[in-house]
């Protein structure tokens, strides 16, 4: 059933603009209103409940207790969840569906995910998930898998992508975790020291955007302040970089600006317009997002959601 989202169309303002510039943000509403319609179908034929109720709330037609509901319905006794799916894409879902991180923790971190998009991450269901991660959270201050594959071909390998796994879990979680009131200045502490140890420009000059995305959305949201300004100045260059060398996409540019909760990177400056516009770009023929993904139809769910924010919060910018 398709919803009748009322609002979408909201975007495009009534009166008539004066001038050429006025005409082509006019213009480039016009152009959102109909990408956010497209991409709700897209959702709505592949995604599951949970993602359409996400869209819906992203196009003020849902309330956000409804979903922050859903995440604690599904949440266990102990905190932590299974995964919940639908929540990252492309190379970071790839990356944790390869790697040897536990499904509870793969779990927490799509809850959060979903939470902190609904600014839920002050309920009582994260403070219970938060609660789950001081609990398992590795001598070393890491979380996930702290031992590399065995890889008697490449052991440096090996210990690279175990590194590589352990970077993103705990910078994500740590992220998350810095965004409610609910993490311990101890647990903080840990990650701090593992991520500071980590830490190293070359992990992002050139490098993966989930490198990127970890060490931004960790010292975005306070983490290791001592390092934080040089590293985002980096991060922030990287990102754009990679976005305006088409490395990387608008819509996997713009999650990462979510995840620091910001809309702008020290080191880094992103026209608001030229984002939308290559955004907007971006969308396929049957209305989602990443076509490329090798994820098929599912694989695109996650970004489409991205992509339906973005183009919202966007919106509001111009």
Known sequence: MRHDV??????????????????????????????????????????????VLRALVVLEAAEPLQVIARVAAAQ??????????????GARSAELRASSVAPELVGVLEALAVLADVRGLVQPVAERAVEYLTRVQRSDGSWGFADPVADAADPDAARERAAADRL???????????????????????????????WAPERVEGGRLSSIAAFAHFFANGGAPDLADAALQWCGRELERGFRSHRFEAVDTL???????????????????????????????DGGFAALDPGGPLGRVAPTLDALMAIRALCKGI
Do not use: H, K, N
């Not at 266990?76 to 894409?89: E, H, K, N, T, Y």
């Not at 020290?266 to 026209?271: I, K, L, N, Q, V």
């Open 168 to 198: 993103f879990t705990t910078g994500m979680l740590c992220g998350y975790a810095l965004r409610t009131p609910f993490a311990r200045p101890e647990m903080v502490e840990w990650a701090s020291r593992f991520l500071a140890g980590l």
């Open 76 to 89: 266990r006794a102990d905190g932590a969840f299974a995964p919940l799916g639908f929540v990252f894409s």
């Open 6 to 51: 009322i609002g979408i169309r909201g975007l495009e303002p009534s009166d008539a603009p004066a001038d050429e510039d006025a005409r082509a943000i006019v213009a480039l509403r016009e152009r959102s209103a109909t990408a956010l319609e497209r991409a709700l179908g897209f959702l709505e034929d592949y995604g599951d409940e949970l993602a």
């Open 255 to 285: 999650r990462v600006l979510f995840y620091c909760d910001a809309r702008a990177l020290p080191g880094a400056t992103f026209d608001v317009v030229l984002l939308l516009d290559r955004l907007l770009g971006e969308q396929a023929a």
